[in-house]
């Protein structure tokens, strides 16, 4: 799911708005609507952090980048493991991993 607060979610819809949005759209969603359909459909949610700076950047993904670019990868893995220690931190994530149990 792309974060509407997410660091470079802000930056990418700002751009984003210039493009006809038949050709290309991204749906950015804030954490707490997602949330709340979440929860109302499925049952109790939480959220934890997959990536900042892009939509689901992996470590096991460097390979597949230039080396200019795999610095991205390398921070959001750092913030990622900080968001564990700082759980407010997900709210900038870009890319926001949320899971949902079944309410019986």
Do not use: H, Y
Not at 31 to 39: R, S, T
Not at 68 to 74: G, I, T, Y
Request: aromatic share 8%.
């Amino acid at each position: 799911m792309a974060n509407r607060w997410g660091l470079r979610q802000i930056r990418s819809e700002i751009r984003q708005r210039a493009v006809p949005e038949e050709l290309f759209a991204i749906r950015r969603d804030s954490p707490g609507l997602l949330k709340e359909i979440f929860e109302r459909c499925i049952g109790p949610t939480n959220f934890s952090v997959d990536g900042f700076f892009t939509l689901n950047a992996q470590v096991s993904d460097l390979g597949l980048l230039q080396p200019r670019l795999q610095w991205l990868v390398r921070i959001s893995e750092l913030l990622r493991q900080l968001s564990g220690r700082v759980p407010l931190l997900w709210r900038l994530a870009d890319s926001p991993t949320i899971r949902s149990r079944l309410r019986r």
